[in-house]
């Protein structure tokens, strides 16, 4: 009798067995943990009458800060927790969170310049939260402010709708109230429109009056055309008058852009455009404006001029005093600074006369103290300065600003004038 035994299993075949059975029962477990959990039906109303849980829960979920109509549903699901539920302390606390979001949306549309949106918005505000009388005096207070914009801009547009330049001054001024108003479209949007409307009526009064003229020249020459002269050819020339006028208008508002810059290049920049201004029309206002703005130039250039004077003097040495004195000199005798420049020019040639000669000895003796020394003394002063020795005009200035001294000027004059290197007729002419 023969025994048969059964065949050996492989041992490879057991491993690859094993490793079906867990990766199977891996892939089964990780399904069922990430599977979510249903979410709650807040469509149920009976499930929301039943867990004030589920209704905090899906008012939560469902509320949009920035939406009014989300926030104002919002409240009024958690308004219907019971009183007595331990979770209407969280209803409350909701209740007031939503009501201010509603309050600030209000105010953002108020200030966007729609009322009627602010005060619905408003007005969706439980009677039962700390806010709600704060709402409604707001209330009242945005349609006050409402009303005082609505009659300032009525006045304002009528005072433009009447065509006369003498009143849109005056609604200028009135449409600035607005400015004043705690509203951002009534202070912003539309006082800006108004100021456009204001400088349109303006442009539009300013070309009908232009074109008035531009009829009554045509007008007035009717008579002298010659015979050779054509209608259009002189509807040209009017025409190019006109063309003419209403660039140097754009000139003249150019230079006084410029203008009102302190800045010496931008002065200048406003002279040059008002100079090329040829039309009748704006030729004296230009001119006019070209005087003021040299004399304006003028002062700026000369306080450059004296502020680099005073920057090169603080050095307190004789060539720093010196190219002070120069810069000073520049100032001439008609320009309103010409008087402090003397005065600063004085200072700085004695300082530089006293470095010049600084005592290396002993002091003299004597410190005689009468108007003849003093005069003896300033006039050495002129005289030891090399700067002032070789610039007789600025000597002559320097002395002609010592004349208030009237003890010393007879004396300065009494024996030594021609040291000052002068001629006769400057002489002459200091002395009287």
């Known amino acids: 009798m023969t025994l048969q035994y ?22 089964g477990a990780s399904m069922f943990m990430l599977q979510s959990p249903p979410s709650p039906d807040c469509l149920s109303e009976s499930l929301l009458q039943d867990s004030a849980s589920l209704v905090i829960y899906c008012a939560s979920t469902s509320v949009d800060e920035q939406d009014a109509d989300k926030l104002s549903n919002a409240i009024q699901r958690v308004n219907t927790v019971p009183s007595d539920n331990p979770l209407r302390q ?6 007031e969170k939503w009501s201010q979001a509603l309050f600030d ?4 549309s108020f ?11 408003a007005k969706l505000i439980p ?3 700390p806010i709600y009388d704060s709402a409604n005096k707001q209330i009242k207070l945005w349609q006050s402010t409402w009303s005082k914009a609505q009659a300032i801009y009525d006045v304002v547009e009528s005072d433009i709708e009447e065509n006369d330049y003498s009143r849109w001054s005056k609604a200028l001024s009135k449409a600035k109230e607005l400015k004043n108003l705690d509203n951002d479209y009534w202070a912003i949007t539309k006082y800006e429109e108004l100021t ?3 400088e349109e009526a303006k442009d539009k009064h300013e070309q009908e009056e232009q074109k008035k003229a531009n009829e009554k020249k045509i007008a007035e020459n009717q008579d002298s055309i010659s015979n050779s002269q054509t209608t259009e050819s002189l509807y040209s020339n009017i025409s ?6 209403t660039e140097d208008l754009a000139r003249i508002k150019k230079a006084r852009t410029w203008a009102s810059s302190e800045k010496v290049e931008d002065i200048r920049n406003a002279i040059n455009e008002a100079s090329l201004v040829v039309s009748e029309a704006h030729y004296q206002e230009a001119k006019k404006i070209i005087s003021t703005l040299e004399s304006k130039m003028e002062m700026a250039e000369d306080k450059d001029y004296l502020e680099q004077a005073k920057k090169s003097a603080n050095k307190n040495d004789v060539t720093s005093l010196e190219t002070a004195i120069s810069k000073a000199s520049l100032i001439s005798q008609s320009r309103p600074l010409y008087k402090e420049a003397n005065q600063h020019i004085l200072i700085w040639s004695q300082r530089i006369s006293q470095l010049k000669n600084q005592p290396k000895s002993k002091k003299t003796k004597t410190n005689e103290t009468t108007p003849r020394k003093t005069a003896i003394n300033f006039k050495r002063q002129l005289n030891n300065s090399n700067y002032l020795q070789t610039n007789p005009e600025l000597k002559l200035r320097v002395l002609q600003e010592n004349q208030e001294n009237a003890e010393v000027t007879p004396y300065i004059f009494e024996s030594q004038a021609n040291d000052i290197n002068l001629n006769d007729m400057q002489l002459n002419d200091f002395q009287e």
């Open 111 to 121: 200030h966007e310049g729609d009322l009627s949106k602010a005060v619905d918005t």
């Open 127 to 129: 009677v039962n939260v």
């Open 6 to 27: 059964p065949k050996a299993i492989k041992w490879w075949h057991s491993i690859v067995g094993i490793l079906i059975l867990t990766t199977s029962v891996g892939v």
């Open 90 to 95: 969280t209803a409350d606390g909701l209740i």
């Open 240 to 245: 190019s008058e006109a063309e003419q006028e």
């Open 196 to 198: 456009y409307k204001i």
């Open 105 to 108: 949306l209000s105010k953002k």
